[in-house]
């Protein structure tokens, strides 16, 4: 029940206005960066803001907008990137470094988050972002002492932040302060009283000092506000369990394994009412799963071929999904090109050893052939050959370093192999360089 938000600072920070470019063209680019990021479309605004660059590498504000842009499209790899230009460009803004550390936070880098919150309240101490966004880091690494400190500082200067606010009150929860915890939650619902996490958090607190029925008419108004929040159906059950309410509580738990079939907790809380009521072989059931789900000390160790994310299964999906671009070129005198087409067809067709032997006649042939590197590395990874896929990509990426399917492709591959990180700044350039589609993937499986 003990949950953090972090700022999203991004929907907070104003686009910063256009100073002096040396071609107007530049200039108009970037305003109109900026007014498509204000819209929403965020993949036009990259491209925007990478024009102004190409003119003038070394304008601070166009890396900054960019990372803003790439971080709203939760292309957080990339954000860093951009905002570490702008901050060896610009290395006394306190908005870039406030914004690399949030971005570096969604990549759960918490300790170089803290270090760029730091930074930012060296330069700008009266900024309560920036205290708030430390503290959650705080938190999330468990220094919860180090992280209350930060929330007091940020309502110090915000005492109305619900954000902060809600941030304390699980805080407290996590240093067994249950009724500062309660007093918080309770101003959060004061403040914002739509917000079922306030309630659900409120209720939790008076579970731990003993208050069943009033955490009951909590979880009743979490559960209002938020009826897919199966937490708190698990949560309301105990409570009833509590109360000797097993026929409420039972209810409570089908609901939430409704929800959360892996939901341990509530088999267990599900088995002991069953217990209670008399089913023992029911509550047997329900404890004997209790024992066994996600339980990592009795689980037993697997060989993993795809241990990231995305399986073998998605992996095929999105390799699928990548549009075939191939457009008919002049037929050189070693007529490569018409052995790399007759491959191409070959593996449509359900060849892939076929394919495989035509599209290496075609790079035999000529060795700078980038799109038969990367068809060949297509056919290979749906033959199950993800290592010698990458190898394809990479020399496709070499002759061509604009060539974004190859590094969308390189970058799907390299998560579903485990490089999560080396994956998705793949990803990120494969947006970067105009492929839209590797946003979805990044906001999918990067984050």
């Known amino acids: 029940m003990k949950k953090t938000f972090l700022l999203i600072c991004l929907t907070l920070i ?38 102004v660059i190409a003119t003038n590498p070394t304008h601070a504000p166009s890396y900054f907008n960019r990372g803003l842009t790439k971080a709203s499209l939760k292309d957080y790899r990339g954000a860093v990137l951009d905002y570490d230009k702008a901050i060896e460009l610009s290395p006394k803004e306190a908005l870039y470094y406030q914004s690399r550390g949030v971005s570096k936070s969604f990549q759960d880098d918490q300790r170089s988050a803290i270090q760029d919150f730091t930074k930012a309240i060296e330069l700008n101490p009266e900024d309560a972002r920036s205290y708030y966004n430390r503290g959650i880091s705080m938190s999330k690494i468990g220094n919860h002492r180090f992280a209350l400190s930060d929330f007091d500082q940020a309502l110090a200067i915000e005492p109305g932040n619900v954000l902060a606010l809600y941030a304390r009150a699980s805080c407290k929860q996590s240093l067994e302060d249950y009724a500062g915890s309660l007093a918080d939650y309770s101003k959060v619902i004061e403040l914002s009283p739509k917000r079922g996490g306030a309630f659900s958090g409120r209720g939790f607190a008076k579970v731990k000092l003993g208050d069943y029925k009033g955490a009951i008419a909590d979880y009743n108004s979490a559960i209002a506000l938020d009826p897919a929040d199966g937490a708190s159906y698990s949560h309301r059950g105990f409570a009833k369990n509590k109360t000797e309410d097993f026929t409420g509580a039972i ?29 023992q072989k029911g509550a047997v059931l329900d404890l004997n799963q209790s024992i066994t789900q996600n339980n990592p000390f009795i689980a037993e160790s697997k060989k993993v071929t795809y ?17 075939n671009r191939t457009r008919i070129e002049e037929l050189s005198p070693e007529r490569s090109e018409a052995y790399f087409i007759r491959g191409l067809s070959k593996s449509k067709s359900g060849d892939p050893k076929g394919a495989l032997h035509d599209i290496n006649m075609a790079i035999e042939l000529n060795p700078v052939y980038a799109e038969a590197y990367f068809y060949r590395a297509m056919v290979k990874s749906a033959s199950g050959d993800q290592t010698g896929a990458v190898l394809d990509c990479s020399s496709a990426i070499k002759i061509r370093p604009d060539y974004a399917e190859a590094f969308h492709v390189r970058g799907i591959i390299g998560i579903a192999l485990g490089h999560v990180n080396e994956g998705c700044l793949d990803l990120s350039k494969a947006g970067e360089l105009g492929h839209s589609q590797s946003y979805k993937v990044i906001g999918d499986f990067c984050n």
């Open 14 to 51: 104003c686009f910063t206005t256009y100073t002096a470019l040396a071609q107007r063209s530049a200039a108009d680019f970037f305003e109109e960066g900026n007014a498509k990021a204000k819209n929403g479309d965020f993949v036009g605004a990259l491209q925007s803001f990478s024009a």
């Open 251 to 279: 209810a409570d738990f089908d609901k939430a394994l409704s929800i959360s079939p892996a939901d341990f907790e509530a088999l267990y809380g599900r088995g002991f009412a069953k217990s209670k009521m008399g089913d």
């Open 307 to 323: 241990n990231g994310p995305i399986s073998k299964t998605v992996l095929d999906d999105l390799r699928n999904q990548v549009k």
